[in-house]
């Protein structure tokens, strides 16, 4: 009886193994999950989004040290977008259909990202968008995990007139980004009886700012409101010192400029003193973010930390609940899966709106002090609801200034670049 006790428990010890052991080689003969990463490693927009594409390796390194997804390895394919939208666009269509990746984290201008947009739709494929932006668009193809305007725009102004005074200076890239923004602010404006009392654009790669500088001293507004993307801050903010207008004549609000192009600056007295609304700032004292903080930099050196570099490592976080939840990385069911997540990021909770698939956010305005961080002077008590078509306008007349845009820029979202015989840029008012 003992013996056949013995021999029974042998023959099931050994079918145990024999099945873990074929569980185990089964796991590692599955194939990875392919996710792509498009964003600029080369032109102006690389300073910003080099940090972004880290960020999000970073995020998707911790999820395979801890096993990966439904037994599989994350493999992120990281491609240029070259800071030129059509590249983008290309990209994208490679990624999807070629590479067949399961999604993609990327984009920072909202050209490249509303280029992208058809084939996102086309082939029913998801983006996770990092950046803060304009508003006036609704995909179930994109997870917006940057600020609505409601919770950056808006706030920021209401809170600098209310600062500084009611005259403001709109300066901006000249794209669809800080077009759409300016007109929201000059709607919002006339609503509390605010004048604009200058608007200017300059193309990427254009540094000759000495003649916008020159108007705005001119004016002498009560505050600038900055919707430069990319290395152009750095020759905006050292013509407004060289020009003589300080943080204290000029007071800067910046939407696009965080810590990782602060760390470009030429000068700490460029920037000192001025402003800029995010959602996120690396002084954010939480145990959350030193935790982010101190894998970033052991990673990739003693780098700032940005806003929409939080945002991407959060999205990489979010999808992955996602997918686990759902059990399955198919796009339909991530879509379905991923308002029911929520995760404690570095900026706090993070949960996604199941109405416009954009992120919950808290506005922070933060100055800049001359250790290139930003200290938050006001916040929102609690994460805002996102809207991504505001109050003060209606979604025809937005969808009407969008098109005319679009339509004025030969079916661009970037405005085209007619060079002079000086090979210098004109400078680009309002055109609506």
Known sequence: MK?????????????????ALSLFFYQKELPPIKVGILHSMTGS???????????????????????????????AIVV????????FEREAKRLI?????????GCWT????????????KYNHLLFYPVQYEGLEQSPNIIYMGAAPNQQIIPAVNWAIQRFGPRIYLMGSD??????????????????????????????????????IQEIKRLQPDFIMNTINGDANIAFFHALREEGLSAKDAPVISFSLGEAELAHMHDDQDITGHYAAWNYFQSIDSQENRDFIRAYQKKFGAQPLSDPMEAAWASVHLWAKAVKSAQTDNTES????????SILAPEGVLSIDKKTQHAWKKVRIGIIRANRQFETIWSSKN??????????????EADMFLSQLYENWDQHWTQPVIKKKNNHFPMQKSQL
């Not at 006790?5 to 079918?15: E, G, K, L, R, Y």
């Not at 991530?334 to 997540?341: A, D, E």
């Not at 994460?383 to 025809?396: F, T």
Request: glycine share 4%; proline share 7%.
């Open 80 to 87: 240029d977008g070259k800071s030129d939208e059509i590249t």
């Open 383 to 396: 994460p805002i609801r996102p809207a991504p078509y505001p109050l003060i306008i209606s979604k025809p």
């Open 97 to 105: 259909i070629e590479e067949k990746v399961s999604v993609i984290f």
């Open 334 to 341: 991530i879509r379905q899966s991923i308002v029911h997540q």
């Open 45 to 75: 927009m690389a300073i910003s989004e080099i940090p972004v594409m880290q960020a999000t390796l970073l995020a998707i390194e911790k999820i395979n040290a801890h096993g990966g997804l439904l037994g599989r390895q994350v493999e």
């Open 110 to 121: 909202s050209a490249s990202r509303k280029t992208v947009l058809p084939i996102f739709e």
């Open 3 to 19: 013996k056949s006790i013995f021999i029974i428990t042998s023959i099931c010890i050994t079918i145990l193994s024999i099945t």
């Open 175 to 212: 794209y669809v980004f800080p077009h759409v923004a300016n007109w929201l602010i000059k709607k919002q404006a006339n609503a509390l009886h605010a004048s604009v009392v200058g608007e200017q654009y300059i193309p990427f790669n254009h540094y000759d700012v000495k003649k916008i």
